[in-house]
């Protein structure tokens, strides 16, 4: 069965500095990956995603992933983080062949920001 | 473009009480729909999917059921709330192919508090 780990629960950084949160999944296959933020109250917004191909991944709001196969990780980066980046990110796995299309959730890392 | 609606945003219901949580997703047919429920420091946990009208999959055992009346409206009711009812219900949409890796896209939840 497809898991992810997200072993950072709480994360805190200043402003400007760069930003790296870790995901780890365990899949038989070629996994589909996902990034998601949540703000408060909100829904989750895909911050990006990873098919096939170029193993760095680039997406909304300055955020950029890298795939490694060898190590079965898909962390999420940003090289300098604003206030505005304080939320909830998600790790998501996918399925290599149908299935209604599930994903598989991390439990999350809270990223807070000081000014 | 797509969106989709979940209503209502907040709801504060008596225990034994009924529940209709009502989703619809705008802009597009044939949608693979989800219904998540999401609990503090647990991640999304997949409550039902659905992959056509009256196709619905229940994922966890549960005092919830699901019902897809149309293409593009999703249900999530309760005969008899229970106080572990309470949480933050997500409603997700995505598209419906041969393949998967489809990212799903999400509704702005649903607060639900049973006193």
């Known amino acids: 069965a497809q898991s992810v780990t997200q072993p950072d629960i709480h994360i805190t950084v200043s402003e400007g500095a760069s930003l790296e949160l870790r995901c780890n999944y365990s899949?038989?296959?070629?996994?589909?990956l996902f990034w998601y933020v949540q703000s408060p109250g909100q829904g989750l917004q895909l911050l990006l995603k990873?098919?096939?191909?170029?193993?760095l991944v680039q997406g909304i709001k300055g955020f950029e992933a890298e795939f490694k196969r060898s190590q079965s990780s898909f962390n999420l980066r940003k090289p300098s983080v604003h206030w505005s980046d304080a939320a909830e990110y998600f790790c998501?796995?996918?399925?290599?062949?149908?299935?209604?299309?599930?994903?598989?959730f991390g439990t999350g890392t809270q990223l807070k920001v000081e000014l | 473009s797509q969106t989709i609606h979940q209503w209502p945003a907040t709801l504060v219901q008596p225990v034994g009480s009924p529940l209709s949580l009502e989703c619809t997703v705008e802009g597009t047919s044939n949608p693979n729909l989800y219904w998540y429920r999401q609990a503090a420091g647990r991640g999304l946990q997949l409550l039902f999917y659905?992959?056509?009208?009256?196709?619905i999959s229940s994922e966890v055992p549960q005092n919830l059921s699901a019902s897809r009346p149309q293409d593009r409206q999703f249900i999530l009711s309760s005969k008899k709330l229970l106080l572990s009812d309470s949480g933050f219900y997500l409603c997700?949409?995505?598209?419906?192919?041969?393949?998967?890796?489809?990212?799903?896209?999400f509704g702005d939840g649903t607060r639900l508090s049973i006193l």
């Open positions: 998501a796995v996918g399925p290599f062949t149908g299935g209604g299309n599930k994903l598989t």
């Open positions: 997700a949409w995505s598209v419906r192919t041969q393949g998967a890796g489809q990212p799903q896209h």
């Open positions: 899949y038989g296959a070629t996994p589909y």
């Open positions: 990873y098919f096939s191909g170029d193993t």
């Open positions: 659905s992959v056509g009208i009256g196709q």
